[in-house]
């Protein structure tokens, strides 16, 4: 059974909500509970992360991550899964890396990230500085084969 916490109104992680199933019946929850407000909108498929420019999937870095790597800065995103065999395995990227620079530009965000990747293109290596287990790595990413 698949749940999903729908959260009714504000706060660090606290509120009332209902838990749906998979065929949205609602599943009441009436009392104020703290919930983890880490959430992946898509989990990517193995084909359309092997598709993608960097053949990773990224999501926004929780406070707890942070602190678990070490990691004091501001923003960051975590790698959460990478196409095997792709250009960034083979550079040395690894899942629960943190990518908190792409292109001597600080990365705040999964869209600024993207942002930062579409600029470059294809044809150039994406230079990575990520954060794993406490020590920063500098990882280049090679251009992109792009078929005919």
């Given at each position: 059974?698949?749940?999903?916490?729908?959260?009714?109104?504000?706060?660090?992680?606290?509120?009332?909500?209902?838990?749906?199933?998979?065929?949205?019946?609602?599943?009441?929850?009436?009392?104020?509970?703290?919930?983890?407000?880490?959430?992946?909108?898509?989990?990517?498929?193995?084909?359309?992360?092997?598709?993608?420019?960097?053949?990773?999937?990224?999501?926004?870095?929780?406070?707890?991550?942070?602190?678990?790597?070490?990691?004091?800065?501001?923003?960051?995103?975590?790698?959460?899964?990478?196409?095997?065999?792709?250009?960034?395995?083979?550079?040395?990227?690894?899942?629960?890396?943190?990518?908190?620079?792409?292109n001597d530009t600080?990365?705040?965000d999964t869209a600024?990230?993207?942002?930062?990747?579409?600029?470059?293109?294809?044809?150039?290596?994406?230079?990575?500085?990520?954060?794993?287990?406490?020590?920063?790595?500098?990882?280049?990413?090679?251009?992109?084969?792009?078929?005919?």
């Amino acid at each position: 059974m698949v749940l999903m916490f729908v959260v009714a109104g504000a706060g660090a992680g606290a509120g009332v909500g209902t838990l749906l199933d998979e065929s949205s019946r609602h599943l009441r929850y009436p009392e104020t509970i703290a919930v983890p407000l880490v959430c992946q909108s898509v989990v990517p498929l193995p084909a359309e992360l092997a598709a993608a420019p960097t053949g990773i999937a990224v999501r926004g870095l929780t406070d707890a991550e942070a602190v678990a790597a070490g990691f004091t800065g501001r923003g960051g995103v975590i790698v959460t899964q990478m196409a095997a065999g792709g250009r960034a395995v083979q550079a040395g990227l690894r899942e629960r890396d943190i990518i908190v620079r792409c292109n001597d530009t600080d990365v705040v965000d999964t869209a600024q990230l993207q942002s930062i990747i579409r600029t470059a293109g294809p044809d150039r290596p994406l230079r990575l500085m990520v954060m794993r287990e406490g020590q920063s790595l500098e990882i280049t990413l090679p251009p992109r084969e792009v078929g005919p």
